[in-house]
């Protein structure tokens, strides 16, 4: 079974610190992306990566950088943490051939104070 | 743009009744239409996708490009079918947009 693992279930911050959201999977995937889950929202699409150093924005980018060094990891940084990114996080990846099945992680939920 | 409309968040029905969780979108390409579910405390995953014509724990969906719609469907609900339901487009077949979401909660 594909693992997609989120270090960190649960966070806490205050305003202005930089965080960093690790995900890592196991499969191999090429494609890796990160989607923030708000109630009446859904899932909003942040960035995604098709590669290695490779990197595309989605819908909501703003705040938001990632970083990809290696195959298997994606990480979501916010430089400034601020209270309208208290949010779930979910991280995603998939095979390009079978691009419409993403494999998801159980997400790190974080509040900024 | 690509837009993906889920108009109702909730949806409650009893035990054996058909349910239909709608979803519309907004594409200018060849979609390639999803459907996922999460259900409690689990991970969000893949419940069946479009192209397969598939029918997965009794749902179906059927892509109408004439209405833009992929609305699921299911003739008779079961208790263990609440959960979460989003729908979602796949553009060139890589990026994924998601719809706002659906909660259907199905009553004993």
């Known amino acids: 079974d594909v693992k997609v693992t989120q270090s960190s279930r649960y966070l806490v911050k205050r305003t202005g610190e930089k965080v960093f959201l690790e995900c890592v999977q196991d499969m191999d995937h090429e494609n890796m992306f990160w989607y923030r889950q708000d109630p009446g929202l859904g899932l909003r699409l942040i960035y995604f990566?098709?590669?290695?150093?490779?990197?595309e924005k989605g819908d909501i980018p703003e705040g938001y950088s990632v970083s990809r060094e290696k195959k298997e990891r994606f990480s979501l940084i916010l430089e400034s943490a601020s209270t309208n990114q208290t949010s779930m996080y979910l991280c995603?990846?998939?095979?390009?051939?079978?691009?419409?099945?993403?494999?998801f992680g159980e997400g790190s939920r974080l509040t900024v104070l | 743009a690509q837009r993906v409309t889920q108009p109702e968040k909730l949806l409650s029905v009893f035990k054996g009744a058909p349910v239909e969780l709608k979803c519309n979108y907004s594409?200018?390409?060849?979609?390639?239409l999803f459907w996922y579910v999460q259900y409690s405390r689990q991970r969000l995953q893949l419940l069946l996708r479009h192209i397969s014509r598939e029918s997965i724990k009794g749902f179906t969906a059927d892509l109408n490009k004439g209405e833009t719609s992929f609305h699921l469907k299911k003739p008779f609900a079961q208790e263990e079918d609440s959960a979460m339901y989003y729908c979602?487009?796949?553009?060139?077949?890589?990026?994924?947009?998601f719809g706002a979401g659906t909660r259907l909660t199905v009553k004993p």
């Open positions: 990566s098709y590669d290695v150093k490779m990197k």
């Open positions: 979602a487009l796949g553009r060139n077949n890589n990026d994924m947009r």
């Open positions: 995603a990846s998939s095979l390009p051939r079978r691009a419409g099945e993403l494999f």
């Open positions: 594409y200018s390409g060849s979609p390639e």
